[in-house]
């Protein structure tokens, strides 16, 4: 029997305390992780070369540096032989060396083998966080496969070996929430009454909220934002606080009508315990059920900024602010929708939930993947689809970059703009790069100076020297149409186009890019702006803007309206439009309505999330849906343009 305390007692002997969690109760074969590595270690060093002539090929152990020093003076081998003569011992040594404290030059170091030492410094991190360059070091180098001890479950044999009902924590982790909640409401243990009492709670407003087709051994990492930010909901819908306020960013991101339906009466239900709740939101649905609307504008960027309307949705309605006239905007079907040029097959797709489906997806038309939340649309269009020949994903990843990164570099607009000032003043372009030799020598091309405080937060200040412009003050001397590089970069992507396509500082390629960035609806930006800067939404945008100009014939789009404004939305749909009657195929996982109605061809996925989703439920026309209502979807969808 286990008690609540996690002690396993046997035959009546002595009590033995086991841990359940990943830590106390880990697997020591994985150590915890549920994957275990191999290497490829004709890629980690050159075996006719020796330590001191660059054998290693990992990335940042240079012998000129710390490594160089520890290696040289270790003692477990010759740094001047090559490593094909290296004994099996130093060889061993060499690559799995446990940490091993030794003395070099009086100095107390610690020595490690290569593959410990790459588990420790590239393995235990995020491969989002890593450097590009280590992460396809990291790709190439490395196979992951799933931990033959512990089955990938990370937990130990004495874990796994407790169960209840037949069922150990490994069983219970990998159910679907639905599931698994039943399964402990079917738990007789008076004892442990209190404890499977506040699990059923905690289970049920998984399912509540729309998350009842995950299961709770799935890696936080990749869950979506939407997903993300509902599982932090759940910790608060039982809990008895008030008057707490709640502020919510973009809570329907990837959200089904159907499932925004219930997130309303969940943000109801926190308002009506007592508290404040406050949700930055586009949706006009979430917009109805307030009781107090704030509007900012009336444009984006540095045109917007102002508190342009308050007061309730229905006097919203009538406003005359951006968001007051599209507000009521409802995308109509399509009189006519365009005929497919072939058709791209995907065939016994069982990835995640999908049961072995098949479907034909049209190319050279506008086509939706939809479905309520957890149905399996990223699940079939990523697994099956992103990857093949001619395929261009814009998905919903982080953009990657430092605090450096702008959406100039980002786009690779900057190197177009640099090699015209270089071209116009008959110089070198790196002189035009922060990064590069033009860089300021005070702040290193940063644009802020950061003081590091110790116990407190770090503090960045505008550079003295350069005045935040990033560039040194000689370089700023060249112009190109009268404006030096950092009055270009302080541009927004307007003013850019206009001055890019001006006879003096005409830069066709230049234009190109900033063309597509104000089509993503972007025009606002600042070419110079840090990455961080933006919200998810601009992120994303961006990155739409960057890979349109990939080439390709299928573009793959995940949940392109994620933070766009009603007006936006037109916008993009203009975008897509301008796409397919190129010559491409769009396919756009997606829950907007208006991108529906806007749509050549619907595939629907369901019927519902997690086990009780995986199949197409239709296939067909957006006015066919409407008609059958044969849907979840095909029921909202009618409500929408009915409305």
């Known amino acids: 029997s286990v008690e609540a305390k996690g002690v396993i007692r046997k035959g ?5 305390r086991v841990a359940f969690s990943r830590t106390g109760g880990m697997c020591t074969n994985c150590e915890g ?5 191999d290497f490829d270690l004709t890629e980690l060093y050159d075996e006719d070369k020796s330590l001191n002539e660059g054998a290693l090929k990992v990335p940042g152990y240079s012998m000129e540096g710390w490594y160089g020093r520890i290696f040289r003076g270790c003692g477990f081998f010759d740094p001047d032989k090559p490593i094909r003569k290296f004994s099996k011992r130093e060889l061993r040594d060499l690559l799995h060396k446990e940490p091993t404290k030794i003395k070099v030059d009086g100095v107390n170091l610690t020595y490690q083998g290569l593959i410990p030492q790459i588990r420790r410094s590239m393995l235990s991190k995020d491969p989002e966080a890593m450097q590009p360059h280590v992460r396809s070091f990291v790709e190439r ?5 799933t931990c033959p001890e512990c089955e990938g479950t990370r937990l130990s044999a004495e874990a796994r070996s407790s169960k209840i009902d037949g069922k150990s924590i490994a069983d219970a982790c990998a159910m679907q929430v639905s599931e698994l909640a039943e399964w402990v409401a079917r738990i007789d243990a008076p004892a442990l009454e209190p404890l499977t009492t506040a699990l059923r709670e905690t289970l ?3 399912v509540e909220i729309g998350l009842g087709y995950l299961s709770l051994d799935r890696p936080a990492g990749s869950l979506s934002g939407g997903e993300a930010q509902r599982a932090k909901m759940v910790r608060h819908l039982g809990s008895s606080l008030t008057d707490v306020t709640y502020v919510f960013d973009e809570p329907t991101a990837g959200l089904h009508p159907h499932d925004v339906e219930r997130m309303n009466r969940l943000l109801l239900r926190l308002r009506d315990k007592g508290n404040t709740v406050l949700v930055i939101e586009h949706e006009p649905e979430v917009i109805a059920v307030a009781d107090h609307v704030v509007d900012l504008g009336p444009g984006a960027g540095a045109a917007g900024g102002e508190v342009v309307f308050t007061g309730t949705p229905e006097e919203l309605r009538r406003a005359a602010t951006p968001t007051g006239r599209h507000l009521g905007y409802r995308a109509a079907l399509k009189a006519e929708v365009r005929e497919p040029s ?14 072995d489906v098949d479907v034909d997806i049209p190319l050279g038309v506008l086509v939706v993947v939809t479905g309520v939340a957890g149905s399996g649309k990223s699940s079939l269009i990523e697994g099956s689809v992103a990857g093949r020949e001619g395929v261009v994903l814009i998905d919903q990843a982080p953009i990657r970059g430092s605090r450096r990164s702008n959406p100039a570099t980002y786009t690779g607009l900057l190197d177009r703009i640099r090699k015209a000032f270089a071209k116009a003043n008959g110089v070198k372009p790196s002189l035009f790069s922060p990064n590069s030799d033009g860089a300021c020598p005070s702040c290193k091309g940063a644009g ?12 960045a200040t505008p550079c003295e020297e350069c005045e935040g412009r990033r560039f040194d003050a ?12 950092a009055e270009v970069l302080e541009m927004s992507v307007d003013e850019a186009a206009e001055f890019f396509a001006e006879e003096e500082a005409r830069t066709p390629a230049a234009v190109k890019i900033l063309a597509r960035l104000a089509d993503v609806g972007l025009g606002y930006l600042r070419l110079g702006q840090p990455l961080t800067t933006l919200s998810g939404g601009e992120r994303q945008r961006l990155k739409l803007a960057a890979q349109m100009g990939e080439e390709g014939g299928i573009y793959v789009l995940d949940e392109p309206t994620t933070g766009l404004h009603l007006a936006d939305v037109e916008q993009l749909l203009g975008l897509l439009d301008r796409l397919v009657d190129d010559g491409k195929s769009v396919i756009v996982i997606e829950h907007n309505q208006a991108v529906m109605a806007h749509a050549d061809w619907i595939i629907d996925l369901g019927p519902g999330a997690g086990s009780e989703g995986g199949r197409v439920v239709f296939e067909g026309t957006p006015a066919d849906l409407v008609a059958s209502k044969s849907t979840l979807t095909g029921e909202h969808l009618a409500a929408y343009v009915a409305s």
């Open 342 to 355: 072939g058709a791209l097959e995907v065939r016994g797709a069982d990835a995640n939930n999908l049961r």
């Open 141 to 145: 180098v490395i196979t992951f496969t």
């Open 204 to 206: 049920d407003s998984f």
């Open 12 to 16: 009546g002997g002595e009590a033995e």
């Open 448 to 459: 802020v100076v950061y003081a590091d405080l110790g116990m407190m937060a770090g503090v």
């Open 33 to 37: 992780r549920g994957t275990v590595t």
């Open 474 to 485: 000689s370089v700023l001397e060249h112009r190109l149409g009268g404006r030096d590089i």
